[in-house]
């Protein structure tokens, strides 16, 4: 991809006018591009992924096959980092590893012929590197010879080892060959060498990666991986070496650095001015003097994994840089991700200002290929709470929201607008938390939002390759008009929309009525810097991907007067007048349009009985 339609890789996608001007400060204050290394570094030094052969890679080949110009490698977890050492043990000693794994393939190809020594270890009894030589002993002279013939036919190659002496186990490395000698008394040869870099030996890339339950021997170096002398090709019957991406289903497991919860709680925590573990870093300009947002319950719970991805890139040898290609994508997976936000506010007159509280960013467990690449995710939790008031209040409120299982973000890098989709997020449950002021008068308007961002940094070839993706979640943003309102039922329904029903039950002079509306938003953004390239991205380039909004039940709360707080408003009080919440009176009166009636005609029906009565007397005389 040139530098002119690399552009088009830039692709920013936000939701709404709320997450534009948060967006906006975001993007222009840290572009996510100076921030890759920054990103990768924290979320990937968990997880190693080590050189790994499928079964059917471990198959012999002749030196004329292995010797070639498009290689494909594998990499695996890294269980030996992980308590689980026995499922490790069993993996390198080819049995099978049956829980699903973080796996990646990589291929490439090369201007220079390529041989990886691992695919000729059948014709090998011992790898040695020097600093600027490498001997290779084989298993008999035939194979010797044959290896000189074949090598000799190139005036360079280069020569991948993941052997002791040559590199830290679990990795591969590349080493530039400009000559080489043969011993026939030692069935050696001795390799001239330049240690090379990735970047130099590879033309194009391209790396998937996802979860996966195939079979992998994980290369170590307390024994040599011997090949299947048997078989010269791989059979039709064997496996694919392929992962298919993306990788995860419902029944998928975790591996042993698996999802990781992304819990937190905060309770009865100032976060306004922030006063929470780790906020002393957090500046939050502009906030009024007496402006206090505590959380009385803030709750998050769940997992967000990155399941599964792939990325290509190739290189640009007129500008001599690596430039992506648009093909690639990054899919993550949420589970049991639930939250319940509950603020205590004490709020200045506003015209409906929100102030966002980022939290303590929680890594999650991203990858590095060793020399190859780095993609490292950040969870950064953030929430906002503002309101629309023209006197101080106190007042409470907030959310709760539980999101489906196996929810999905697929960011496809080449064509956002149309490829990138956004699964089970959209219908997450969402249920508001009751209103409670205590102050009886009430008029205002107040939000409360979940608005966190996800954020990956991905670094191929020692930052010769590097990107930036980030998904912006609304999830959700919950406003609430609050308003009193007169000559209403039990529902704060008016008089004149009222039931026969509601004319027994009869009306209130004054109730407090919430009508509480829920937006959902999700967007994504995506930079890249290919060595020298850089781009910013600006508010401009803002767009939807994905945003809706709809009502949930309204609330109607009679005051109690005597606990000053609200509860539900209900109809048929004991007492004329009596509060309508569980204790104390309330304020507000009930009236009954049919109460004059009703006593009327109970005052004709006593002086009837009288009547009737006297005329039994007179009859008896």
């Known amino acids: 991809?040139?530098?002119?339609?690399?552009?088009?890789?830039?692709?920013?996608?936000?939701?709404?006018?709320?997450?534009?001007?948060?967006?906006?400060?975001?993007?222009?204050?840290?572009?996510?591009?100076?921030?890759?290394?920054?990103?990768?570094?924290?979320?990937?030094?968990?997880?190693?992924?080590?050189?790994?052969?499928?079964?059917?890679?471990?198959?012999?080949?002749?030196?004329?096959?292995?010797?070639?110009?498009?290689?494909?490698?594998?990499?695996?977890?890294?269980f030996v980092s992980h308590a689980n050492f026995a499922e490790h043990l069993l993996c390198i000693e080819s049995a099978p590893c049956h829980p699903q794994k973080l796996a990646a393939q990589v291929k490439f190809s090369s201007k220079t012929p390529v041989l990886a020594l691992e695919e000729i270890e059948h014709l090998l009894e011992d790898v040695s590197c020097r600093d600027s030589s490498i001997a290779l002993r084989f298993t008999s002279l035939d194979a010797l010879n044959i290896a000189h013939a074949e090598l000799g036919k190139h005036d360079s190659f280069v020569i991948i080892t993941s052997h002791a002496t040559c590199n830290n186990e679990g990795e591969r490395s590349p080493h530039l060959v400009s000559g080489f000698s043969k011993k026939e008394s030692r069935l050696s040869l001795t390799l001239s060498t330049t240690q090379s870099e990735w970047k130099h030996t590879m033309h194009t890339i391209k790396v998937d990666f996802g979860r996966t339950d195939a079979d992998y021997n994980v290369r170590t170096h307390s024994r040599k991986q011997k090949r299947q002398d048997t078989a010269s090709t791989t059979s039709e019957s064997e496996p694919s070496a392929a992962i298919s991406f993306p990788v995860p289903s419902a029944s998928a497991t975790a591996g042993p650095e698996g999802p990781r919860d992304l819990g937190f709680n905060y309770t009865d925590t100032t976060i306004l001015p922030p006063q929470f573990p780790g906020a002393d870093n957090i500046n939050i300009e502009g906030v009024p003097s007496g402006v206090n947002i505590k959380c009385k319950n803030c709750t998050l719970s769940g997992t967000i994994d990155l399941s599964g991805g792939s990325f290509s890139v190739q290189s640009n040898e007129s500008a001599n840089v690596m430039e992506f290609i648009d093909d690639g994508f990054i899919e993550l997976q949420a589970n049991n991700l639930a939250a319940y936000m509950e603020f205590e506010s004490i709020v200045q007159p506003s015209d409906g200002r929100e102030f966002t509280i980022p939290f303590p960013e929680i890594g999650i467990p991203g990858f590095q290929i060793p020399g190859i690449g780095v993609v490292g995710p950040i969870f950064n939790p953030r929430v906002a709470i503002g309101a629309q008031i023209s006197a101080q209040l106190d007042f409470t409120y907030g959310f709760q929201l539980t999101v489906p299982n196996n929810s999905s973000i697929i960011i496809?890098?080449?064509?956002?607008?149309?490829?990138?989709?956004?699964?089970?997020?959209?219908?997450?449950?969402?249920?508001?938390?009751?209103?409670?002021?205590?102050?009886?008068?009430?008029?205002?308007?107040?939000?409360?939002?979940?608005?966190?961002?996800?954020?990956?940094?991905?670094?191929?070839?020692?930052?010769?390759?590097?990107?930036?993706?980030?998904?912006?979640?609304?999830?959700?943003?919950?406003?609430?008009?609050v308003s009193q309102v007169t000559q209403v039922n039990s529902k704060c329904e008016p008089a004149d929309n009222s039931t026969g029903k509601d004319l027994l039950d009869g009306f209130f002079d004054g109730l407090t009525h919430i009508e509480p509306k829920v937006e959902l938003g999700f967007g994504l953004v995506a930079e890249a810097s290919l060595d020298v390239d850089i781009i910013r991205a600006g508010a401009e380039n803002i767009y939807t991907v994905a945003n809706t909004s709809f009502p949930l039940p309204t609330a109607c709360y009679s005051f109690d007067t005597d606990e000053k707080t609200f509860a539900p408003a209900t109809a048929n009080p004991t007492t004329t007048g009596s509060g309508s919440g569980p204790t104390g009176a309330a304020s507000s009166q009930m009236l009954n349009p049919l109460t004059g009636l009703v006593d009327g005609w109970k005052r004709i029906e006593v002086a009837v009985t009288v009547l009737f009565g006297v005329l039994i007397c007179f009859a008896g005389l």
């Open 412 to 481: 496809a890098v080449g064509e956002p607008t149309e490829n990138s989709s956004i699964q089970g997020f959209p219908d997450a449950k969402i249920e508001a938390l009751p209103f409670q002021s205590s102050v009886q008068s009430v008029a205002l308007t107040i939000y409360a939002a979940f608005s966190p961002q996800l954020l990956l940094g991905i670094s191929l070839l020692e930052d010769t390759a590097k990107a930036g993706a980030g998904v912006f979640f609304t999830l959700p943003r919950v406003s609430a008009t």
């Open 1 to 78: 991809m040139h530098s002119s339609s690399f552009k088009t890789f830039l692709v920013v996608f936000a939701f709404g006018l709320l997450a534009r001007s948060t967006l906006a400060g975001t993007i222009e204050d840290a572009p996510l591009q100076n921030r890759v290394h920054e990103l990768g570094s924290r979320g990937l030094s968990d997880r190693r992924l080590v050189a790994a052969q499928t079964r059917s890679s471990i198959s012999a080949r002749s030196i004329e096959n292995a010797l070639k110009y498009d290689h494909e490698l594998h990499y695996v977890d890294d």
